[in-house]
C-alpha cells in the first residue's frame, strides 16, 4: 500500500485549489447562457417627424466587455438610422394611412445572443409632422394665394440687410394685388434711398401711396391677430427677432432660423395664417430674412415658417405692440368700428432692419 507524505499531500491541495480557481475564473468571463438573462426590451418614442428607438445596455450589466446591437426591419417603407447603435431613428416615410411595421433589435456576444421584436403604428405623414410643428391639427387658417408671393430680402440690392420693412411691403402688396410689378429696391428708393431702417410709418404711407386698404391695431396680446386672420386679412409686424427661440431642427418650419445675437434685433415680418396644434399656436409668417437658406428639398426657409405664440408675443410686446393689417380689397368694411384701431400717426414708430 501507497503511503503519501505530509508534503505530497501539500502539494496535492495545492493542485486541487488552483484547479478550482482556474475554473471559477473562466466561467466569470464568459457570458452567462441565455437562460440567465430576463427577457430585453427597448423604447419607442413617436417625435413628431421620427420614431426614437432606444435600448438601455444597463438591462445586460452582467455582462462586460463591448455588445454587438442591431436594429433591422423587413418593412420597405422605412431605413433605420444608426441601425448598430442603441440609439437609432427612423424618418417617418410620406404615408396617407397608418401603416404597421416590425422592427426588431438584436444583441450579442460571444454565443450570447438576445432579440426582441415589436409591431410599430408609423402614423399618416401630415403637413404640421413634416414641418416638425407637433402630432395633432386642432385649428387653423392660412390666407395664401394661388400665386408667389414671397420675397427674400437677401437679394435686393445695396441694403439687402435692412430691407426687411420694403420687403414685407411690397409682399402685403403683392398678396394685394397679383398684378403689382414694382420691387422690393423700389420700396427702397421710394422709402429711404439712403439706406438706414425703415419704420413702421413708412411701411404704412407706401401702402397708401398705392391705394392699399390699411389701418393699425393695437395689441394687448397677439391672440388678437386670431379674429384679423380669421377675416382673411394678413398682417406686418414690426418685432425684436431676439425673442424669437432658435431652431433645433434644420429640416423643420419652427423658430427662427439665423442668429440675432442682441435685443434690440427689429425686424418686420407678414403674418398670414395660424395653426393650433397639440394645444399650441403657431402663427404662419413670410420672413423675408432668408439670404438663399433652403431645406433640403429646395424650398426658401423664410417661406411658410412657423412661430410660437408665446414667441411672438415676448417679441411684439417688447418692441412694438402693433399691427398693420392689411385686407383684400373691400375687406375694410368689417372693422370699420374696431376698438382696436389706432390713429397711426398718433402713436410710437419703430424700425426695423439690420446695420452690419
Given at each position: 500500500m501507497k503511503t503519501y507524505t505530509s508534503n505530497s499531500w501539500r502539494v496535492l491541495l495545492i493542485l486541487l485549489c488552483s484547479v478550482v480557481f482556474l475554473s471559477s475564473c473562466s466561467k466569470d468571463d464568459d457570458p452567462p447562457p441565455p437562460g440567465e438573462i430576463s427577457e430585453i426590451d427597448y423604447q419607442v418614442e413617436d417625435a413628431i417627424a421620427t420614431l426614437q428607438l432606444t435600448f438601455d445596455p444597463n438591462q445586460l450589466a452582467d455582462i462586460s466587455g463591448n455588445l454587438a446591437v442591431s436594429w433591422s426591419t423587413t418593412s420597405?417603407?422605412?431605413?433605420i438610422t444608426n441601425a448598430n447603435s442603441p440609439k437609432a431613428y427612423v424618418v417617418y416615410p410620406d404615408i396617407n394611412e397608418p401603416e404597421e411595421v416590425t422592427i426588431k433589435f438584436s444583441?450579442?456576444?460571444?454565443?450570447?445572443?438576445?432579440?426582441?421584436?415589436?409591431?410599430v403604428t408609423l402614423p399618416k405623414l401630415t403637413e404640421v409632422r413634416k414641418f416638425g410643428i407637433g402630432k395633432e391639427l386642432q385649428a387653423e387658417k392660412s390666407n395664401n394665394v394661388s400665386y408667389d408671393w414671397y420675397i427674400d430680402q437677401g437679394y435686393t440690392g445695396t441694403y439687402s440687410g435692412l430691407n426687411c420693412g420694403p420687403a414685407s411691403v411690397t409682399m402685403a402688396i403683392k398678396w394685394v394685388d397679383e398684378s403689382f410689378s414694382k420691387t422690393t429696391e423700389d420700396a427702397r428708393h421710394a422709402l429711404r434711398p439712403q439706406g438706414g431702417w425703415?419704420?413702421?410709418?413708412?411701411?404704412?404711407?407706401?401702402?397708401?401711396n398705392h391705394q392699399i386698404s390699411n389701418y393699425t391695431v393695437?395689441?394687448?396680446?397677439?391672440?388678437?391677430?386670431?379674429?384679423?386672420?380669421?377675416?382673411?386679412?394678413?398682417?406686418?409686424?414690426?418685432l425684436d427677432m431676439f425673442y424669437i427661440r432658435n431652431e433645433q431642427q434644420a429640416n423643420y418650419h419652427v423658430d427662427k432660423f439665423y442668429a440675432t445675437n442682441s435685443a434690440e434685433w427689429g425686424h418686420f415680418i407678414v403674418v398670414k395664417g395660424y395653426k393650433k396644434v397639440?394645444?399650441?399656436?403657431?402663427?404662419?409668417?413670410?420672413?423675408?430674412?432668408?439670404?438663399?437658406?433652403?431645406?433640403?428639398?429646395?424650398?426658401?426657409?423664410?417661406?411658410?415658417?412657423y412661430y410660437r405664440h408665446t414667441d411672438l408675443n415676448k417679441a411684439v410686446t417688447v418692441w412694438w405692440s402693433y399691427a398693420i393689417?392689411?385686407?383684400?380689397?373691400?375687406?375694410?368694411?368689417?372693422?370699420?368700428?374696431?376698438?382696436?384701431?389706432?390713429?397711426?400717426?398718433?402713436?410710437?414708430?419703430?424700425?426695423?432692419?439690420?446695420?452690419?
Open positions: 420597405s417603407l422605412i431605413s444583441v450579442a456576444k460571444g454565443s450570447f445572443t438576445k432579440a426582441v421584436e415589436k409591431n425703415c419704420y413702421t410709418s413708412d411701411l404704412i404711407q407706401y401702402l397708401n393695437a395689441l394687448s396680446n397677439v391672440s388678437d391677430l386670431n379674429q384679423y386672420l380669421d377675416a382673411g386679412n394678413i398682417m406686418i409686424l414690426c397639440d394645444n399650441n399656436v403657431f402663427y404662419e409668417v413670410y420672413d423675408p430674412y432668408s439670404f438663399g437658406k433652403k431645406y433640403d428639398d429646395n424650398a426658401i426657409k423664410g417661406k411658410d415658417r393689417i392689411v385686407p383684400k380689397e373691400g375687406g375694410m368694411s368689417a372693422f370699420k368700428s374696431d376698438m382696436h384701431k389706432v390713429d397711426p400717426t398718433k402713436i410710437e414708430h419703430k424700425y426695423g432692419g439690420v446695420i452690419e
